[in-house]
């Protein structure tokens, strides 16, 4: 019996971890190709014969996206399957169309449950309906929560294996150093970063059954900090979805958050310090009809601003996290916030000064307005950012992101920084539901 034909096409993540959990050692797939898109630089590569197995010897090519028909022709593909998150209906449906028209006999979504990972360690997941929702200061409340209980927590990162795949199978982070010694991209910092310094050890790579074994003998609890708005890798015994009420109507409208929308214990509608009330309803409303017996909590993000008197009345270039900016389309983020309470005159359009890479990003997203996304996925694109920074006429750089952007970028201007956390607002609340289903 011929084996059935495929093409993955993915980001460099869930596309890894479908691959892994359904196709590799199973001979009745072969899978020719992944295809990338979303994160610049990880087409080109091999997925590796170390993670592929024995059926690939020669590891599987990783393709640009755009070359999706070619290969479905040269090839007759039976399925092309989807595999990457943070994308509205009519994209994933002009995908399926453009793999359809060009030859592929179907088009596949991989459920959640086939590829949830089962361990007897309870876990807790953190997803939303967007990248840029806040999963990051919520995570790291509820790993304080637990924490503070008296309970070890490990926390799993959702994959971003965007270097040397072998390298990569299984990594752990417990110091600062860690980040250097696996030579962490800035976005992967601004994840890991923060739940280092609170004491809390982070696993991540690309084999997330060889992470459970090792996270396993780490944890009492394991807390699953979900990626994009993707849905968990193992089976959560208790999941939260995060919902952005600044992009109110999303959440029933894009892939997967709606899943992790549906499949919620607890939904909680962040950033309502600064959403209108009319945005904050239809979000409740959606989250009602689409799954009743979800908890529905309300949380802000107040923010924390160093030397608040530097930005009034200066002109000021807003430097804020790169992947809410880009591919999950938040318009501003608590940089813009922090400078308008602040009384800054003006925001200084990076476009103006942009360079390299950082200019090929605004080439890609050319939505992203007057702000600057903290890319850093190559030491060139670092490079590019500072330049860009350096290079503009801001009297003061605002910066946004999860980490201290100063410890990875020269910044030469006067600068400040802005960090925020998540504050749930009434009860019941976080202490609530975790001391309930775990017994704290």
């Known amino acids: 019996?011929?084996?059935?034909?495929?093409?993955?096409?993915?980001?460099?993540?869930?596309?890894?971890?479908?691959?892994?959990?359904?196709?590799?050692?199973?001979?009745?797939?072969?899978?020719?190709?992944?295809?990338?898109?979303?994160?610049?630089?990880?087409?080109?590569?091999?997925?590796?014969?170390?993670?592929?197995?024995?059926?690939?010897?020669?590891?599987?090519?990783?393709?640009?996206?755009?070359?999706?028909?070619?290969?479905?022709?040269?090839?007759?593909?039976?399925?092309?399957?989807?595999?990457?998150?943070?994308?509205?209906?009519?994209?994933?449906?002009?995908?399926?169309?453009?793999?359809?028209?060009?030859?592929?006999?179907?088009?596949?979504?991989?459920?959640?449950?086939?590829?949830?990972?089962?361990?007897?360690i309870p876990v807790v997941a953190i997803c939303a309906v967007r990248t840029g929702c806040g999963k990051s200061q919520t995570t790291r409340r509820v790993a304080e929560i637990l924490t503070e209980a008296g309970k070890k927590v490990v926390v799993v990162r959702h994959p971003m294996p965007y270097g040397d795949l072998t390298k990569q199978i299984c990594q752990r982070f417990e110091t600062i150093d860690d980040l250097e010694k696996h030579k962490c991209t800035i976005e992967e910092m601004e994840e890991y970063e923060p739940h280092i310094s609170r004491g809390n050890i982070v696993y991540a790579g690309v084999d997330y059954s060889e992470i459970l074994n090792r996270a396993e003998k780490d944890a009492d609890i394991i807390l699953w900090d979900g990626g994009n708005n993707d849905t968990p890798f193992y089976r959560p015994d208790l999941m939260i979805t995060v919902a952005d009420p600044h992009r109110a109507g999303d959440e029933v409208y894009y892939y997967p958050g709606e899943i992790n929308l549906r499949m919620a214990d607890v939904v909680i509608i962040n950033k309502v310090d600064t959403a209108d009330y009319k945005s904050i309803l239809e979000v409740r409303n959606n989250i009602t009809l689409a799954n009743p017996n979800a908890m529905i909590m309300e949380a802000a993000s107040p923010i924390s601003i160093e030397e608040p008197e530097m930005i009034f009345g200066k002109r000021v270039l807003v430097v804020e996290d790169g992947p809410t900016l880009t591919h999950g389309e938040m318009e501003f983020g608590a940089g813009v916030v922090a400078a308008m309470r602040c009384g800054a005159s003006e925001f200084v359009d990076p476009h103006y000064f942009a360079v390299g890479t950082i200019a090929e990003t605004f080439e890609k997203y050319p939505e992203v307005g007057a702000l600057l996304p903290a890319m850093g996925y190559s030491k060139k694109q670092i490079a590019d950012l500072e330049k860009t920074i350096n290079s503009s006429d801001a009297e003061v750089v605002v910066i946004g992101t999860p980490i201290d952007l100063r410890r990875i970028v020269n910044i030469e201007k006067p600068s400040v920084r802005v960090v925020y956390d998540l504050q749930i607002i009434g009860k019941p609340n976080l202490e609530d539901v975790l001391t309930k289903e775990f017994s704290l």
């Open 1 to 120: 019996m011929a084996k059935h034909k495929i093409v993955i096409m993915g980001a460099a993540g869930r596309d890894f971890h479908n691959f892994n959990c359904i196709y590799r050692d199973n001979e009745d797939y072969e899978v020719v190709a992944f295809t990338a898109t979303q994160i610049p630089d990880i087409e080109g590569r091999v997925y590796p014969a170390k993670l592929a197995g024995k059926l690939y010897p020669e590891g599987i090519p990783i393709k640009p996206e755009n070359e999706l028909p070619e290969i479905i022709a040269e090839n007759n593909i039976d399925d092309v399957v989807f595999s990457y998150s943070d994308v509205d209906y009519q994209y994933i449906m002009t995908r399926a169309s453009w793999a359809l028209a060009s030859g592929a006999k179907g088009f596949a979504l991989v459920g959640p449950v086939a590829t949830m990972l089962e361990t007897d």
